[in-house]
């Protein structure tokens, strides 16, 4: 596995009286999705402007692949992507041109860079934009050119913060898939959202952070399970064939099995008494039933549910 | 290198911009009506030599032009980072602050360079009319030199500013108050109530410009006033800074203002 590594040391920011971050520890290592959750003023989006030497931290370091982004900030981020906020670029330039000044900042060689330009630009849809005028885009328009910037270079490490913020929903579903694409193609990338949907689609594991504070990190399965005060998780599985009443009673028979949710004809959520090998038992007993398994995950409403014990009291 | 990038794409945005073609519109339309006032009247004053023409025609405008140029590309260059979160487009790559500092400085001075090009083309122009192609005299290049140095100076202080406030309006309202009116108000009051030399004020120090381009290079001069009245408040002296001093003045003014500008960017956090 590649050695990508995004890591706080006792990250601490201050802003007078205000702890934004407070001793904040995290290793993220491989090549996976991390979604980062938690309220509003959690310190989420301080902690990726740290990352990106955006904002200074007033105690301990932030390193990716194993560089302090501030001291060494031009080793440390040439690996490193990011989005952070809804950037916005000189007006006058056009896609093509903006992209190139970051290009040329990030050290692409001349000869990759036009390929690259165009790669990114087909992989956010603004190919045939790529010769107007940013000044004139909408904000979800400039907001894909953004995620384009943040791709150039072709980086191993990815900080998004709220990448779909600013998007229609079809702009958000885009970025989704975009998003997973990059996920397939052996990179760490570390996202905030308030969307746990999306974090639950997209996000292999979760840190939870409230008051600048780690409250939890790891796969989300197992975050549910500790952090929702039952043994209990919800499946999400989707597939291929309509789902018959005799089929759902089957599976409703299923050892850890205690109840389950038709979302559609083809989608259910299961909810599973039981740890991770309960789950694992669970999906090979789906595949042999031979129903078309085509997708097995946490469901949303699980993150959703934990995520609101664990913030409830959160101002 | 990344200096350099910052400077092609920063010098770009400035010269597609609005504010371009508008600096460039008032410095024609400054110089079409010199051109149309001094040639319908014809005054004795300023065509009675190369030197009273320079004097009264670059001498009395250029400044303008310098502090405006300095205002309109220098006011935003770098609050606008923040204001306009252009900022997070670029700070987040791995670029040093120091190489966007100064690529857009240097594209904002190539900018303005283009301003004072033009004014000393209209300028050049209309004293070939009246006194033939004999009629630059060393003086004035003289003159074009400390304009270059005061063009400078004054983006090395309006970065300073812009760098200083989050918000382009206080950056570039602060620079223009300070230009247009503190500096030559503290000035006079200086010199005329407390009669100190103002050394430290960095448009005396650029009146070299305009010095250099009298028949005779001015002394200091001191003068009684309506002494009638009362002898000490009145007697004053018209301070006239040196060839050197204003180089000085203005060369100090230019390293801490950039040094603090720099330094307060390298500090500023993207909040």
New interface residues.
């Given amino acids: 596995m590649p050695d990508f590594s995004i890591e706080a040391v006792n990250l601490t920011k201050k802003?007078g009286n205000f702890t934004a971050l407070s001793d904040l520890n995290l290793k993220l290592e491989g090549t996976k999705c991390v979604g980062f959750l938690g309220p509003n003023g959690a310190g989420k989006t301080t902690t990726l402007?740290i990352f990106?030497?955006?904002?200074?931290a007033t105690s301990g370091r932030a390193l990716i692949n194993g560089l302090d982004s501030h001291k060494d900030?031009?080793?440390?981020?040439?690996s490193c992507g990011?989005?952070?906020?809804?950037?916005?670029?000189?007006?006058?330039?056009t896609p093509r041109?903006?992209l190139t000044?970051?290009a040329?900042?990030?050290?692409v060689p001349a000869s990759e860079r036009k390929s690259s330009i165009t790669k990114v630009l087909e992989k956010v849809k603004m190919a045939e934009w790529m010769g107007k005028k940013v000044g004139k885009f909408s904000k979800g328009m400039k907001q894909r050119i953004?995620i384009a910037?943040a791709l150039i270079g072709d980086p191993h490490v990815l900080?998004l913060d709220e990448p779909t913020s600013g998007l229609d929903p079809r702009g958000m579903s885009e970025v989704r898939e975009i998003i997973k694409d990059l996920k397939s193609e052996s990179r760490l990338i570390f996202m905030s959202s308030h969307i746990l949907s999306e974090v639950s689609e997209i996000c292999d594991e979760v840190a939870m952070i409230d008051h600048g504070r780690l409250l939890a990190y790891g796969k989300i399965n197992d975050i549910v399970s500790k952090f929702s005060g039952k043994d209990e998780s919800v499946i999400e599985i989707t597939v291929t064939k309509d789902l018959s009443t005799v089929t759902l009673n089957r599976i409703r028979a299923l050892d850890g099995v205690s109840s389950i949710r038709a979302l559609g004809p083809r989608r259910i959520d299961i909810k599973l008494v039981g740890g991770p090998s309960k789950q694992e038992k669970l999906l090979e007993k789906l595949v042999e039933m031979k129903i078309g398994l085509i997708v097995f995950r946490p469901a949303a409403s699980a993150l959703e549910e934990t995520y609101l014990n664990m913030f409830k009291e959160s101002v | 290198m990344q200096t350099f990038i910052i400077f092609k794409y920063a010098f770009m945005d400035y010269f597609r911009s609005r504010r371009f073609f508008i600096l460039l519109l008032i410095t024609v339309i400054i110089g079409a009506i010199l051109t149309g006032v001094i040639g319908y009247f014809r005054p004795q004053s300023v065509l009675s030599s190369p030197l009273s023409f320079y004097s009264i025609w670059w001498g009395g405008t250029i400044s303008f032009i310098v502090i405006l140029s300095a205002v309109f590309f220098g006011g935003d260059a770098i609050s606008g980072e923040f204001q306009n979160k252009t900022g997070y487009f670029l700070i987040g790559n791995p670029i040093r602050r120091s190489s966007i500092y100064i690529g857009k400085w240097v594209a904002a001075l190539v900018a303005s360079l283009i301003m004072i090009g033009m004014f000393f083309a209209i300028t050049a122009g209309n004293a070939i009319f009246y006194f033939g192609y004999s009629a630059i005299p060393y003086q004035f290049l003289e003159s074009l030199a400390f304009v270059l140095l005061y063009l400078v100076t004054a983006m090395g202080i309006t970065f300073f500013f812009s760098s200083l406030f989050k918000t382009n309006s206080m950056s570039i309202l602060v620079t223009v108050i300070l230009f247009l009116f503190v500096f030559s108000i503290v000035q006079t009051l200086v010199a005329n109530l407390a009669g100190v030399e103002p050394w430290f004020i960095v448009t005396y120090g650029a009146s070299i410009y305009s010095n250099v381009l009298q028949s005779t290079y001015p002394a200091h001069i001191a003068a009684q006033n309506s002494a009638r009245i009362d002898p000490r408040a009145f007697n004053s002296t018209l301070y006239y800074a040196t060839i050197p001093e204003g180089i000085t003045i203005m060369i100090v003014y230019f390293v801490f203002s950039t040094i603090g500008g720099l330094l307060l960017f390298e500090r500023k956090e993207l909040t």
């Fill in positions: 802003y402007k990106t030497d955006m904002v200074r900030k031009k080793t440390a981020l040439s990011a989005l952070i906020e809804v950037p916005e670029i000189y007006p006058s330039l041109e903006a000044m970051i040329e900042i990030r050290g953004n910037a900080l």
